[in-house]
């Protein structure tokens, strides 16, 4: 399935045009960016900037003057986490006012609904250095999921595990995408509009990114001209690589034929690399718990320098900062829970193809 294909194309184009009129039919501030989240969510932001920007902008300018964003927690928290991932500069003042009184963090806002709690779990991750309050907000909502999940089943169970596993702004997009429809659908407030724009999107972004795979496989440098000139740039990249590799290895090891085994194989046996834990534990003299407590305020760490750029207007430098982020995202998730790039039994496995006979017919 192919956006080339003309079948499709209209399809997509129809259903975009659908998704649009709900930002005209919506009055409600909370509706639009429960929309906008959605969006997000679902893989789509790339059709909807405009009336995205639109959204942001309003809320921003009338926030301050908004009794709806200072009353209630939730919106709040929404308007917070989509303000920060869109790049706009926004205090934590709002939450503040839900989250701190004397200089304390009420642990009383974080007992309330799940729903608050997760959404204020969210802005936590998007922090940058100095804003204690959102760090030990996150302390505060991890601890009461963890007592409240107790008593979830179904689907608010799944949901929170998902949202404690990884938050949504630590995580490669694309891998998260197929989770959400299949949360999304059984939603009460679900719009099924929008849900097939996404079953529709997801299987020819898929499709296109599996036809890709397929050329690059073939890795045959006789046939380099065909492919478009970004996947020229990758492959001659690789290309280069592997054979300078090759001949160094042949020079100095004086072997002949090692190019054919770099080509089945570029990847070391398992268990000769020492681990970052291992390495840890051996130098300081401390225990795995300990070791994985320091490597993981290591990583809090690094995703608040992270933010403080994602976070700052810089123009020209922006698509950089994006290309960064999105480098550690994937970082993260191969080694979530594990090496998930050398073992290749960790779960991590691409989305399929969304499968729906009555919709894609």
């Given at each position: 399935?192919?956006?080339?294909?003309?079948?499709?194309?209209?399809?997509?184009?129809?259903?975009?045009?659908?998704?649009?009129?709900?930002?005209?039919?919506?009055?409600?501030?909370?509706?639009?960016?429960?929309?906008?989240?959605?969006?997000?969510?679902?893989?789509?932001?790339?059709?909807?900037?405009?009336?995205?920007?639109?959204v942001l902008d309003n809320i921003l300018t009338t926030q301050s003057s908004n009794s709806s964003v200072k009353e209630n927690i939730y919106l709040s928290s929404l308007c917070f986490k989509l303000l920060r991932q869109h790049g706009y500069k926004v205090s934590t003042d709002t939450l503040s006012n839900f989250l701190v009184k004397n200089g304390k963090v009420l642990k009383k806002t974080l007992e309330g609904?799940?729903?608050?709690?997760?959404?204020?779990?969210?802005?936590?991750?998007?922090?940058?250095?100095?804003?204690?309050?959102?760090?030990?907000?996150?302390?505060?909502?991890?601890?009461?999921?963890?007592?409240?999940?107790?008593?979830?089943?179904?689907?608010?169970?799944?949901?929170?595990?998902?949202?404690?596993?990884?938050?949504?702004?630590?995580?490669?997009?694309?891998?998260?995408?197929?989770?959400?429809?299949?949360?999304?659908?059984?939603?009460?407030?679900?719009?099924?509009?929008?849900?097939?724009?996404?079953?529709?999107?997801?299987?020819?972004?898929?499709?296109?990114?599996?036809?890709?795979?397929?050329?690059?496989?073939?890795?045959?440098?006789?046939?380099?001209?065909?492919?478009?000139?970004?996947?020229?740039?990758?492959?001659?990249?690789?290309?280069?690589?592997?054979?300078?590799?090759?001949?160094?290895?042949?020079?100095?090891?004086?072997?002949?034929?090692?190019?054919?085994?770099?080509?089945?194989?570029?990847?070391?046996?398992?268990?000769?690399?020492?681990?970052?834990?291992?390495?840890?534990?051996?130098?300081?003299?401390?225990?795995?718990?300990?070791?994985?407590?320091?490597?993981?305020?290591?990583?809090?760490?690094?995703?608040?320098?992270?933010?403080?750029?994602?976070?700052?207007?810089?123009?020209?430098?922006?698509?950089?900062?994006?290309?960064?982020?999105?480098?550690?995202?994937?970082?993260?998730?191969?080694?979530?829970?594990?090496?998930?790039?050398?073992?290749?039994?960790?779960?991590?496995?691409?989305?399929?193809?969304?499968?729906?006979?009555?919709?894609?017919?």
């Open positions: 399935m192919y956006i080339q294909n003309e079948e499709y194309g209209l399809r997509l184009d129809q259903q975009i045009q659908g998704v649009k009129g709900l930002f005209v039919e919506e009055k409600r501030d909370l509706a639009k960016l429960e929309l906008v989240d959605s969006i997000q969510k679902l893989g789509l932001a790339s059709h909807f900037q405009r009336e995205t920007k639109e609904s799940v729903k608050d709690i997760l959404e204020i779990l969210e802005c936590s991750h998007l922090a940058v250095e100095g804003e204690n309050v959102l760090e030990k907000a996150k302390t505060l909502a991890l601890s009461s999921l963890n007592c409240a999940s107790e008593r979830m089943c179904g689907d608010l169970l799944e949901e929170v595990v998902h949202a404690v596993e990884l938050p949504s702004h630590w995580r490669v997009q694309w891998f998260d995408i197929k989770w959400y429809i299949n949360h999304y659908q059984k939603q009460h407030h679900m719009d099924a509009t929008l849900l097939n724009l996404a079953k529709l999107n997801f299987n020819i972004v898929q499709a296109k990114h599996q036809d890709e795979v397929k050329e690059l496989s073939r890795w045959d440098a006789k046939e380099v001209q065909q492919l478009p000139e970004y996947m020229r740039i990758c492959f001659q990249a690789l290309n280069d690589i592997t054979n300078e590799t090759a001949s160094e290895i042949e020079r100095e090891k004086n072997l002949d034929l090692v190019l054919p085994h770099l080509k089945k194989v570029a990847e070391r046996e398992r268990g000769d690399a020492a681990s970052s834990i291992m390495c840890y534990m051996k130098e300081m003299s401390v225990s795995e718990e300990e070791t994985r407590n320091h490597i993981k305020c290591m990583i809090r760490n690094a995703w608040k320098k992270i933010n403080e750029e994602c976070f700052t207007d810089m123009g020209s430098s922006r698509q950089f900062v994006s290309l960064a982020a999105n480098a550690a995202r994937v970082a993260h998730t191969l080694y979530q829970n594990g090496d998930g790039f050398g073992i290749q039994d960790r779960g991590l496995t691409s989305p399929l193809l969304w499968v729906d006979n009555k919709e894609q017919k």
